[in-house]
């Protein structure tokens, strides 16, 4: 699965800025997709992640009320997910990650098993000044 991340840039503190996340290859096997957020001197942390079948959305916290993700939006072999970033504060200036969680099931012997893979975008930097 390759990701490919759009939308990051620079605002000023109540603004808005939305992100895109374009997920090619291998497709078909996508369980998730989502977000994730590094700033400087911190973890990588959950933003929002979404699931492809029933679209039931997970949202951090500190995002709540002022992020929406949407629908995985599935066209042919790439599927799309969006980030609407509202009412944005200093402190969610990041690098905001695509990420996407593939999931596939087999039989080994009379035994089933689940592998998962996780999969990252290269990261697009959301400033946001005060």
């Given at each position: 699965?390759?990701?490919?991340?759009?939308?990051?840039g620079w605002v000023q503190t109540g603004g808005s800025l939305r992100l895109s996340c374009t997920a090619s290859e291998n497709?078909?096997?996508i369980h998730m997709m989502g977000w994730y957020r590094q700033a400087p001197g911190n973890q990588r942390e959950l933003v929002a992640t979404i699931t492809s079948a029933d679209?039931?959305?997970d949202y951090a916290n500190s995002v709540e009320g002022r992020f929406t993700i949407?629908?995985?939006s599935k066209d042919s072999a790439k599927h799309t997910v969006y980030l609407q970033m509202d009412s944005l504060k200093p402190e969610d200036t990041a690098v905001y990650f695509c990420y996407a969680l593939t999931r596939t099931?087999?039989?080994?012997?009379t035994h089933g098993r689940r592998d998962d893979y996780e999969y990252w975008g290269q990261?697009?930097?959301v400033t946001v000044s005060s």
């Open positions: 699965v390759q990701l490919v991340e759009s939308g990051g497709t078909s096997s679209n039931n959305a949407s629908p995985i099931f087999r039989f080994e012997g990261g697009t930097q």
